[in-house]
């Protein structure tokens, strides 16, 4: 079971880092300009362990801690909560990736109908091994 899981890691590998990105760059998605927060330790800080969105309250006690103006965090804040947002191209890969997720299962069931130590009975549906012994690979 485990081999079948890490080809299925693979194959998700496979996709998502290196079939999307150049598929999406052919279909013409492309990434949006991403504005860099300035760098400010204690902003950065507190959106890190505290909260990503401060309160009024909080506002007050960071423009006194940085010695910034109200819209100044709040805009720095706006900038750095986009900055985490996923990038058009990872949205891309995530959903080509859903589209792609019933593939390995139907390598697998291919391979099991073609698999002559396994039979199904029609009118049961049930599966089972032939004279119940389990072949040896």
Not at 37 to 54: C, E, I, N, V
Not at 109 to 120: F, N, V
Request: proline letters at 9%; a positive charge; aromatic letters at 8%.
């Amino acid at each position: 079971m485990i081999p079948q899981q890490l080809c299925y890691l693979c194959f998700v590998l496979l996709i998502c880092r290196f079939l999307a990105p150049p598929f999406a760059r052919c279909l013409g998605v492309k990434n949006r300009l991403q504005v860099a927060a300035a760098p400010s330790p204690q902003l950065d800080s507190f959106y890190t362990h505290r909260s990503k969105q401060p309160t009024q309250s909080e506002l007050v006690n960071l423009m006194v801690l940085c010695g910034k103006t109200q819209r100044q965090i709040e805009s720095w804040f706006r900038v750095r909560r986009n900055q985490d947002r996923p990038s058009q191209t990872k949205k891309f890969a995530e959903a080509a990736l859903v589209a792609f997720i019933p593939c390995p299962s139907v390598i697998v069931h291919g391979t099991l109908d073609r698999d002559p130590y396994i039979t199904t009975d029609p009118g049961s549906g049930i599966t089972g091994n032939v004279g119940g012994v389990i072949p040896f690979r």
